[in-house]
């Protein structure tokens, strides 16, 4: 007889709270696919080295180790010292580390011949005159670490961004071309399959996030831009779930803009009937028990 899967949802408690029924499916769904899932809060675990031996923590006791931890808080470290204890982490530390940062991001798939649009990699502190030249205004300014639109800037002039650099001294920034504005998609990826792209459109702001107003539409990839997402997937061969974000440069073609680690999938949600949720937790299973030779 095969013995239960048990599993860890690990979340910060703040967005525990704002993801209270994201988190109910999940625990749903495990339960109907008979998964001991468990919520526990990034807070309350506690991770380092005793006695020359790594160790984790709940709420100040030992916990009996779980077959995979879904990882839902953007911590590398975190996600890396589970994996040295042996416990399967989804998405890996690998794809945390790079995905939830943009200059990362570009960095890594630069290699891939993915198309993206003119980055400076702009490091805290390191303000100098000939990073200047490399820039034609307008420009995006963003930090490496925001997410959901947060922390990304329009500026117009040398001026702009002179005065938003004394704002953000203390932050590594990526500097990078416009695009198109107010307007990108989310392509929704489960191991190494496409299960849903959606469009999402603002004409108050140059952002499109649905958090921040914009709106959504399903969108019916071409086959080339297919294969544009499946070169992304290629080359880590170990996504469990992500959100691809492209944008459109100013000829309308595919650029790629960011990778989320931990996407959520309301707008996918609020157009199809995918259960997303099922998808992930079933490729878990399949990678935890050995049945795919290609798992994060």
């Not at 544009?228 to 440069?249: C, N, P, Q, R, W």
Request: hydrophobic share 40%.
């Amino acid at each position: 007889m095969i013995s239960m899967l048990k599993g860890w949802l690990i979340y910060n408690q703040k967005d525990a709270q704002r993801n209270e029924a994201y988190i109910k499916w999940f625990l749903e769904e495990a339960k109907d696919l008979d998964v001991e899932l468990s919520l526990l809060l990034k807070e309350d675990l506690t991770f380092g080295i005793a006695k020359q031996k790594l160790f984790c923590n709940y709420r100040g006791e030992a916990i009996a180790k779980p077959d995979f931890a879904i990882v839902r808080n953007r911590d590398a470290l975190f996600s890396e010292q589970l994996e040295l204890m042996a416990i399967r982490t989804f998405n890996s530390s690998k794809v945390s580390r790079i995905c939830n940062d943009k200059a990362r991001t570009h960095q890594y798939l630069a290699g891939y011949e993915i198309p993206m649009l003119d980055t400076v990699f702009w490091r805290a502190g390191e303000f100098s005159e000939y990073k200047l030249a490399y820039l034609n205004f307008p420009i995006v300014v963003k930090t490496v670490a925001g997410h959901g639109g947060q922390e990304v800037y329009q500026v117009k002039n040398e001026q702009a961004l002179r005065d938003l650099l004394n704002t953000l001294a203390s932050k590594d920034l990526i500097l990078q071309a416009m695009g198109q504005a107010g307007r990108d998609v989310r392509v929704f990826v489960v191991g190494k399959e496409i299960v849903g792209a959606v469009l999402r459109q603002s004409e108050q702001d140059f952002r499109s996030n649905y958090s921040l107003g914009g709106q959504s539409q399903l969108y019916d990839l071409s086959l080339e831009q297919r294969e544009l997402v499946h070169k992304v997937i290629d080359a880590f061969d170990e996504l469990a779930m992500v959100g691809v974000d492209f944008i459109f440069d100013q000829e309308g073609r595919f650029v790629l803009n960011e990778i989320e680690d931990v996407v959520g999938s309301r707008t996918l949600s609020l157009h199809s009937d995918v259960n997303i949720v099922r998808k992930y937790l079933l490729h878990i299973m399949n990678c935890v028990m050995g049945s795919k030779k290609v798992c994060p």
